[in-house]
């Protein structure tokens, strides 16, 4: 599946007489069902999202099914493509495919739902940040380095809707990555980046995201 505008992944006959998409589109709702499982049971919590990314995990183990022949990274050799994989009809439950080049970064940013972020292939160093100023100003923040994690195959990390990062592309080949939000990006109107030499607050979504892939 994926929203109007971005990038099609090929379709191609498996030996079954089954197209890739329609077994990777039935793996994908299967794992998307036990997550939401896991979060009727348990709600949204670290572990319960950690036990989301070890699911996610396991859909990354297909190869034949996420690849870069099918989900190819932008011809110029910068930037992006991001494909929707999976969104439930109200909505939430958004999984993308991210696709990007070594030297894709992000600013820091803040999501304002729940996120987990897995490999396929490809390194992704996210690093975390922690707020220490009183959040009494909409307009200003300062941030400090928490930690960072290097996301990899086995690897993953995941994130509560306060939770502030930004992603810097490493190695030598571009990232396959599994994103899975708790609402579709499209939604996420509220959430907002920010500057850590001025402390300046932005929207995300007005000022750095892309709707399509690109």
């Known amino acids: 599946m994926t929203s109007q505008g971005t990038p099609t992944p090929a379709s191609t006959p498996n030996a079954e007489g089954n197209t890739l998409s329609q077994s990777r589109d039935s793996l994908v709702q299967s794992t998307i069902e036990r997550i939401r499982q896991i979060h009727r049971d348990d709600g949204i919590t670290r572990e319960s999202l950690a036990s989301t990314a070890k699911i996610l995990e396991e859909l990354a183990e297909n190869k034949a099914l996420f690849s870069l022949e099918l989900y190819p990274p932008p011809a110029s050799g ?22 990007q080049h070594p030297g894709k970064n992000s600013v820091p940013h803040d999501h304002k739902t729940w996120a987990v972020i897995t490999a396929v292939q490809g390194q992704e160093i996210n690093r975390i940040y922690r707020r220490t100023d009183d959040g009494a100003d909409p307009q200003y923040a300062k941030l400090e380095l928490e930690r960072e994690v290097l996301v990899e195959v086995g690897t993953s990390v995941a ?5 502030i990062h930004s992603i810097h592309v490493q190695g030598n080949q571009p990232t396959l990555h599994f994103h899975l ?10 959430r907002v980046a920010f500057d850590l030499e001025t402390g300046a607050v932005r929207p995300y979504n007005q000022s750095f995201w892309k709707p399509n892939a690109g």
């Open 78 to 99: 910068e930037g992006s493509h991001r494909f929707e994989l999976y969104t439930q009809p109200d909505q939430s439950y958004a999984l993308y495919l991210n696709v």
């Open 159 to 163: 994130y509560l809707g306060d939770d």
């Open 181 to 190: 939000y708790g609402r579709a990006l499209e939604t996420l109107t509220e």
